[in-house]
């Protein structure tokens, strides 16, 4: 009986064991945006450039070019590198505590500015590589080593809804909210991700696409309870969905 | 062919030097007494083809030097005092990573927001490191304007020979003083400088990396070793102005502005027939200790004038080992020292 091959891996990841935890959704994210640029054919033509926190390892699964930026400055980072090499294709990888906290000024600004950058962040609603603290994007009641009572609105203020956030600014034409929870979401995820590396190709400016993903390990919880509590606690509050989608020239 | 003179100040020295050295882009956030350096570098970056980007913030100007560097590109950002501790982060960064870029400081008065006047009181934080970690910048002090301009073009080759940031240090007085300097021609940059590390997308080869995380067992050891073999080599790169030694009896060591000053003070003693000479370092890393162990080594006599409370004078005194004496004398900040300033002191240490 002829072989079917039913599944391949795209060739920009790399063949090795994962670091992750059991039902992290970070191998997920990289699967996508590996799979998005082989698609449109960039691979060979990218500069990564890598965050802090669980994911700074991302150089050792996707085979790209790949500068690490200290914590939160990737937008800054990776402005550097379109503005010196226009001819590449720069993406940044960022979590909820490098992109909504310490580098909020950084995404805000490159964002404005339009670079011509594609920015994937993955929201996890908590810091995971540093032990499960409080990010800006913790749910309410969600409880932290740092808001063990569950965060509270009055203290800590709200979790950030950064894909909204960063619609409203000037410079982006693209951005939107997926989720990689579910067979469903993963395939409309993978459309998304690549409309925004589509609009970077195209030259137009800033693309913007927020990953709601799931930490088990710092949420105390199994892989399927995780993905459980992406469909019921977090799409509600976060509601997935493209914000801005601008073609025209800008 | 001769260039012909041009009247400029300071830090616009500086900018043109950075720009006839093939940096293409600069990344910078205003702040006194060093506009000049931004302002001019908006004009000149898109007409030479390059960039200018008035980032939001220091920090975030040093990063984008920090990715433009990761490409390979002559890139450069400017400060000063309280906008070089914002920058840290990234030179910590760039200096772990091995990535060349010009940063310039143009020293005011601290701690804190201090005041816009000349001072020397970052030269700990310019030459100890500054930043998180075991590393060094490669550190130039000029003392005229034509100097400024000159080691704009030399920290660009520096950056790339050894790749590692290089520090301009000058102040509010190399600054905002105009004087007349001789260009050079403008450098004819290798378009393939940094073509085996720089990022520009794998193609066919194996991808590079380029990172400061080494978290196998020895790993960092044997990068910070690197490192220190690499400052170690940096020696050869030591240089000092040298003016009236051989019969001094007393060695003033000062740098940048405060040097220049106490030039004049030494030529005027001189003809009252103090016997006084001046090291004036160039280089603060690498510092010209071998010089200055040389001359102590003589049964010289040794004053430091800094315009800060005593922070280059560690290294002298680090220098000549105990064999001479040492003094020092600063000059307070928020004052704009004159060449009869140095007189008393210079005098008071001959007498000694």
Same mark, same amino acid.
């Given at each position: 009986m002829e072989e079917v091959l039913a599944y391949k891996s795209p060739l920009l990841l790399d063949d090795r064991l994962s670091h992750y935890c059991p039902g992290c959704h970070h191998g997920t994210v990289h699967k996508l945006v590996a799979g998005c640029l082989e698609e449109l054919g960039v691979g060979d033509n990218t500069v990564c450039v890598g965050s802090i926190g669980?994911? =700074?390892?991302?150089y050792n699964y996707l085979t790209l070019d790949t500068v690490e930026a200290p914590h939160g400055r990737a937008p800054a980072v990776a402005t550097g590198v379109k503005r010196s090499r226009p001819d590449k294709f720069v993406f940044t990888y960022q979590g909820d505590g490098d992109l909504a906290s310490i580098g909020l000024a950084e995404i805000m600004h490159a964002a404005n500015r339009g670079e011509r950058i594609s920015v994937v962040f993955v929201n996890n609603t908590v810091y995971g590589m540093t032990g499960g603290q409080m990010a800006p994007t913790t749910m309410i009641g969600q409880k932290t080593t740092t808001c063990p009572g569950g965060r509270c609105a009055d203290r800590e203020g709200l979790p950030m809804k950064m894909a909204e956030i960063i619609a *409203?600014? *000037? *410079? =982006?034409r693209y951005s939107a909210r997926v989720a990689v929870n579910n067979i469903k979401n993963l395939k409309k995820a993978r459309k998304v991700l690549k409309k925004a590396f589509e609009i970077q190709l195209a030259g137009k400016g800033f693309g913007f696409v927020e990953f709601l993903a799931s930490c088990p390990t710092n949420w105390r919880m199994t892989s399927l309870a995780a993905n459980e509590r992406v469909e019921k606690e977090m799409i509600p509050y976060f509601p997935l969905g493209v914000f801005k989608d601008e073609q025209g020239d800008s | 062919m001769l260039m012909s003179r041009i009247f400029i100040k300071g830090n616009v020295a500086i900018a043109r030097g950075a720009l006839d050295a093939g940096c293409r882009c600069y990344f910078g956030y205003p702040i006194t007494p060093q506009n000049d350096i931004p302002e001019f570098m908006s004009k000149a970056m898109p007409e030479a083809g390059g960039e200018f980007v008035q980032a939001e913030s220091e920090v975030a100007a040093a990063n984008m030097l920090l990715g433009a560097a990761a490409c390979g590109i002559r890139a450069m950002t400017s400060s000063s005092s309280p906008g070089m501790s914002l920058k840290q982060e990234a030179l910590s960064y760039m200096a772990g990573s091995e990535l060349p870029g010009v940063v310039v400081n143009m020293n005011r008065g601290?701690?804190?927001?201090?005041?816009i006047g000349p001072s020397q009181g970052d030269y700990f934080q310019s030459v100890k490191g500054g930043g998180h970690g075991d590393y060094r910048l490669l550190v130039l002090a000029p003392g005229t304007v034509q100097e400024a301009y000159d080691l704009t073009i030399l920290a660009f080759e520096l950056a790339f020979a050894y790749r590692n940031p290089v520090l301009i240090l000058g102040d509010a007085i190399i600054g905002q003083m105009q004087e007349p300097i001789t260009p050079q021609k403008p450098v004819a940059v290798d378009p393939f400088e940094g073509g085996s590390w720089r990022l520009e997308g794998a193609g066919q080869r194996e991808p590079r990396v380029i990172k400061s995380l080494h978290l196998t067992d020895g790993a960092l050891a044997g990068h910070n070793l690197k490192l220190q073999e690499k400052y170690q080599r940096a020696g050869k790169e030591c240089r000092h102005e040298e003016f009236l030694t051989q019969d001094a009896e007393l060695i003033v060591v000062a740098y940048g502005s405060i040097g220049r000053i106490v030039k004049s003070t030494i030529r005027k003693l001189r003809k009252e027939g103090v016997r006084v000479g001046l090291i004036r370092p160039i280089t603060l890393f690498p510092f010209p200790s071998r010089v200055l162990f040389d001359l102590a080594d003589q049964g010289k006599k040794f004053l430091t004038i800094e315009h800060n409370m005593g922070q280059m004078v560690e290294d002298v005194r680090l220098a000549i080992c105990g064999k001479a004496e040492s003094r020092f004398y600063g000059q307070l900040p928020g004052n704009l020292p004159t060449p009869n300033d140095f007189e008393q002191p210079i005098i008071d240490a001959v007498r000694s």
């Open positions: 669980c994911s =700074v390892f991302i *409203g600014l *000037g *410079g =982006v | 601290g701690p804190g927001l201090g005041d």
